[in-house]
Protein backbone atom coordinates (compact mmCIF):
# COMPACT_ATOMS: atom_id res chain seq x y z
CA UNK A 1 0.00 0.00 0.00
CA UNK A 2 1.23 3.44 -1.04
CA UNK A 3 1.35 5.90 1.87
CA UNK A 4 2.13 9.74 2.09
CA UNK A 5 3.05 12.25 4.43
CA UNK A 6 0.40 14.99 5.58
CA UNK A 7 0.40 17.09 8.28
CA UNK A 8 -3.12 16.47 10.37
CA UNK A 9 -5.01 19.19 11.18
CA UNK A 10 -5.18 17.39 14.85
CA UNK A 11 -1.53 16.35 15.07
CA UNK A 12 1.76 18.69 15.42
CA UNK A 13 3.76 15.86 14.17
CA UNK A 14 4.19 14.41 10.35
CA UNK A 15 2.11 10.90 10.52
CA UNK A 16 2.96 8.39 7.50
CA UNK A 17 -1.17 7.83 5.97
CA UNK A 18 -2.36 5.40 3.00
CA UNK A 19 -2.55 7.12 -0.15
CA UNK A 20 -6.15 8.10 -0.40
CA UNK A 21 -8.51 6.40 -2.21
CA UNK A 22 -12.32 5.12 -2.56
CA UNK A 23 -11.49 2.65 -0.38
CA UNK A 24 -9.75 4.67 2.19
CA UNK A 25 -12.87 7.13 1.53
CA UNK A 26 -15.60 3.75 2.21
CA UNK A 27 -13.75 2.95 5.37
CA UNK A 28 -13.94 6.58 7.07
CA UNK A 29 -17.30 7.00 6.39
CA UNK A 30 -17.79 3.48 7.71
CA UNK A 31 -16.26 4.52 10.48
CA UNK A 32 -18.52 7.39 11.51
CA UNK A 33 -21.36 5.85 10.94
CA UNK A 34 -20.31 3.17 13.10
CA UNK A 35 -19.58 5.26 15.55
CA UNK A 36 -22.96 7.31 15.20
CA UNK A 37 -24.52 3.50 15.22
CA UNK A 38 -23.22 2.88 18.28
CA UNK A 39 -23.15 5.86 19.93
CA UNK A 40 -27.15 6.49 19.47
CA UNK A 41 -28.91 5.39 22.17
CA UNK A 42 -25.97 7.24 24.94
CA UNK A 43 -26.05 10.91 23.44
CA UNK A 44 -23.45 10.41 20.79
CA UNK A 45 -22.17 13.11 18.49
CA UNK A 46 -24.28 14.07 15.37
CA UNK A 47 -23.03 12.50 11.92
CA UNK A 48 -21.41 16.30 10.93
CA UNK A 49 -19.47 16.47 13.89
CA UNK A 50 -17.98 13.07 13.37
CA UNK A 51 -17.41 13.34 9.52
CA UNK A 52 -15.55 16.49 10.59
CA UNK A 53 -12.89 14.58 12.55
CA UNK A 54 -13.40 10.97 11.34
CA UNK A 55 -14.12 11.39 7.19
CA UNK A 56 -13.05 15.06 6.10
CA UNK A 57 -9.85 15.79 7.34
CA UNK A 58 -8.34 12.49 5.49
CA UNK A 59 -9.31 14.13 2.01
CA UNK A 60 -8.31 17.91 2.26
CA UNK A 61 -5.89 17.06 -0.79
CA UNK A 62 -8.68 15.40 -3.13
CA UNK A 63 -11.81 17.50 -3.75
CA UNK A 64 -13.07 14.85 -6.08
CA UNK A 65 -12.66 11.87 -2.75
CA UNK A 66 -14.15 14.34 0.08
CA UNK A 67 -16.40 15.16 -2.51
CA UNK A 68 -17.34 11.66 -2.52
CA UNK A 69 -17.08 10.98 1.21
CA UNK A 70 -19.85 13.71 1.72
CA UNK A 71 -22.25 12.02 -0.94
CA UNK A 72 -22.10 8.85 0.28
CA UNK A 73 -22.14 9.79 4.12
CA UNK A 74 -25.23 11.96 3.09
CA UNK A 75 -27.06 9.53 1.28
CA UNK A 76 -26.70 6.29 3.38
CA UNK A 77 -27.36 9.29 6.46
CA UNK A 78 -30.67 10.43 4.84
CA UNK A 79 -31.98 7.03 3.57
CA UNK A 80 -31.06 4.75 6.47
CA UNK A 81 -35.12 3.45 7.00
CA UNK A 82 -35.32 3.08 3.05
CA UNK A 83 -32.20 0.86 3.38
CA UNK A 84 -32.87 -0.77 7.19
CA UNK A 85 -36.36 -1.64 5.22
CA UNK A 86 -34.70 -3.62 2.86
CA UNK A 87 -32.24 -5.45 4.97
CA UNK A 88 -35.38 -6.51 6.83
CA UNK A 89 -37.10 -8.08 4.21
CA UNK A 90 -33.54 -10.17 3.35
CA UNK A 91 -32.44 -10.92 6.34
CA UNK A 92 -35.10 -13.74 6.51
CA UNK A 93 -35.39 -14.56 10.16
CA UNK A 94 -33.49 -12.60 11.67
CA UNK A 95 -33.67 -9.14 13.12
CA UNK A 96 -32.05 -5.95 12.81
CA UNK A 97 -30.99 -5.56 16.13
CA UNK A 98 -29.39 -8.90 15.63
CA UNK A 99 -27.26 -8.48 12.41
CA UNK A 100 -24.19 -6.74 13.93
CA UNK A 101 -24.17 -2.50 13.69
CA UNK A 102 -20.91 -2.63 11.56
CA UNK A 103 -22.69 -5.03 9.46
CA UNK A 104 -25.76 -2.55 9.47
CA UNK A 105 -23.53 0.25 8.39
CA UNK A 106 -21.86 -1.64 5.82
CA UNK A 107 -24.90 -2.81 3.94
CA UNK A 108 -26.28 0.55 4.27
CA UNK A 109 -23.56 1.97 2.67
CA UNK A 110 -23.62 -0.82 -0.24
CA UNK A 111 -27.34 -0.39 -0.89
CA UNK A 112 -26.82 3.00 -1.27
CA UNK A 113 -23.60 2.61 -3.70
CA UNK A 114 -25.94 0.65 -5.56
CA UNK A 115 -28.90 2.41 -5.85
CA UNK A 116 -27.43 6.01 -6.25
CA UNK A 117 -23.58 5.67 -7.93
CA UNK A 118 -24.57 5.27 -11.45
CA UNK A 119 -21.14 5.34 -11.86
CA UNK A 120 -20.10 2.57 -9.80
CA UNK A 121 -20.16 -0.96 -10.99
CA UNK A 122 -21.88 -3.54 -8.46
CA UNK A 123 -19.42 -5.79 -8.62
CA UNK A 124 -16.89 -3.30 -7.12
CA UNK A 125 -19.35 -1.74 -4.85
CA UNK A 126 -20.17 -5.45 -3.32
CA UNK A 127 -16.65 -6.34 -3.24
CA UNK A 128 -15.19 -3.13 -2.02
CA UNK A 129 -17.65 -3.86 1.20
CA UNK A 130 -16.66 -7.26 1.34
CA UNK A 131 -13.59 -6.62 1.75
CA UNK A 132 -14.04 -4.01 4.69
CA UNK A 133 -16.51 -6.20 6.29
CA UNK A 134 -13.07 -9.04 6.18
CA UNK A 135 -11.11 -5.81 7.84
CA UNK A 136 -13.43 -4.36 10.34
CA UNK A 137 -15.99 -7.31 11.46
CA UNK A 138 -16.57 -10.44 12.45
CA UNK A 139 -14.80 -13.49 11.01
CA UNK A 140 -18.11 -14.46 8.80
CA UNK A 141 -19.12 -11.06 7.93
CA UNK A 142 -17.76 -11.17 4.77
CA UNK A 143 -19.96 -14.11 3.78
CA UNK A 144 -23.58 -12.91 4.88
CA UNK A 145 -23.01 -9.22 3.86
CA UNK A 146 -21.81 -10.55 0.37
CA UNK A 147 -25.22 -12.85 0.15
CA UNK A 148 -27.04 -10.28 1.58
CA UNK A 149 -25.97 -7.30 -1.16
CA UNK A 150 -26.01 -9.93 -4.20
CA UNK A 151 -29.94 -10.49 -2.67
CA UNK A 152 -30.56 -6.65 -2.55
CA UNK A 153 -28.74 -6.23 -5.91
CA UNK A 154 -31.43 -9.40 -7.22
CA UNK A 155 -34.50 -7.90 -5.83
CA UNK A 156 -33.44 -4.47 -6.32
CA UNK A 157 -33.03 -5.06 -10.50
CA UNK A 158 -36.16 -7.13 -10.57
CA UNK A 159 -37.66 -3.97 -9.54
CA UNK A 160 -35.89 -2.39 -11.97
CA UNK A 161 -34.19 0.19 -9.54
CA UNK A 162 -30.90 -0.09 -10.61
CA UNK A 163 -29.55 3.01 -13.18
CA UNK A 164 -26.31 2.11 -14.00
CA UNK A 165 -25.15 2.08 -17.57
CA UNK A 166 -22.09 1.41 -19.56
CA UNK A 167 -19.98 -1.74 -20.01
CA UNK A 168 -19.24 -3.96 -16.72
CA UNK A 169 -21.99 -1.88 -14.32
CA UNK A 170 -24.37 -4.45 -13.20
CA UNK A 171 -23.06 -7.70 -12.32
CA UNK A 172 -23.51 -10.38 -14.78
CA UNK A 173 -26.94 -11.53 -15.65
CA UNK A 174 -28.33 -8.22 -14.58
CA UNK A 175 -29.60 -5.62 -17.18
Avoid: C
Amino acid sequence: MKTYTIVHPYDDEQTERPTPSRRLVRERVMQALYAREVGRDVGGESIEVLASHIVYPSFAMSEELRSFAESLLIRVTNTERESDALIATLAENWEMHRIAPMDRVLLRMGIVEILMFEEIPTKVTINEIIEIAKRYSTPKSGTFINGMLDAALERLAAEGRINKTGRGLLASGQG
